[in-house]
T-cell receptor, first 114, second 117 residues
């Protein structure tokens, strides 16, 4: 069975602070995919990033960066110099190679205050 | 390129009624997945349709059923509604898991918020 845990239910920071959202996953698959999605108040899930299990390189995209560590089954997401527009619920998700089913974590609500 | 659309945006039903939610997939996508997102929780996989056939199902009772049409749009039907069915229902479309060796991202629609009274 697959499982994704986002231990931080809610994080509050002041604008321009850096913030890291944690994600820990469990799977028996040797090939799998990890995702981060952003869900603003409008409700639509916005895709941010996908990582393959065989590619442990960290990735940076603008103010966003992701740290994938297979040894600890973690896929953490860091926002540098946070902005009010980053306020949303962020979901980490796990997908198997065999299908398109995604297993989501419970989400982390990020509030960035001006 | 048209994105994923869902209708209606909001719906209010009473216990015991039946409901049909609709989803139009993104142009070129042949797979539709449905998720239920209860308030304050992450989305949970209901089922997936690939080329008009069910291709995987989550832990939901048979009163949750679906259809996919030749144009790859899809319906989610829920019979005998219960209070716990109140949630945001998300539809996602993708190219399917079997296209080459790459994983095809799921593109989500805005969701239908169902309230059961």
């Amino acid at each position: 069975a697959q499982k994704v845990t986002q231990a931080q239910t809610e994080i509050s920071v002041v604008e321009k602070e850096d913030v890291t959202l944690d994600c820990v996953y469990e799977t028996r698959d040797t090939t799998y995919y990890l995702f981060w999605y952003k869900q603003p108040p409008s409700g639509e899930l916005v895709f941010l990033i996908r990582r393959n299990s065989f590619d442990e390189q960290n990735e940076i995209s603008g103010r966003y960066s992701w740290n994938f560590q297979k040894s600890t089954s973690s896929f953490n997401f860091t926002i540098t110099a946070s902005q009010v527009v980053d306020s949303a619920v962020y979901f980490c998700a796990l997908g198997s190679r065999e299908g398109n089913m995604l297993t989501f974590g419970g989400g982390t609500r990020l509030m960035v205050k001006p | 390129e048209t994105g994923v659309t869902q209708s209606p945006t909001h719906l209010i039903k009473t216990r015991g009624q039946q409901v049909t939610l609709r989803c139009s997939s993104q142009s070129g996508h042949n797979t539709v997945s449905w998720y239920q997102q209860a308030l304050g929780q992450g989305p949970q996989f209901i089922f997936q349709y690939y080329r008009e056939e069910e291709n995987g199902r989550g832990n939901f009772p048979p009163r949750f059923s679906g259809l996919q049409f030749p144009n790859y749009s899809s319906e989610l039907n829920v019979n005998a509604l219960e209070l716990d069915d109140s949630a945001l229902y998300l539809c996602a479309s993708s190219l399917g898991a079997l296209a080459g060796s790459s994983y095809n991202e799921q593109f989500f629609g805005p969701g239908t918020r169902l309230t059961v009274l």
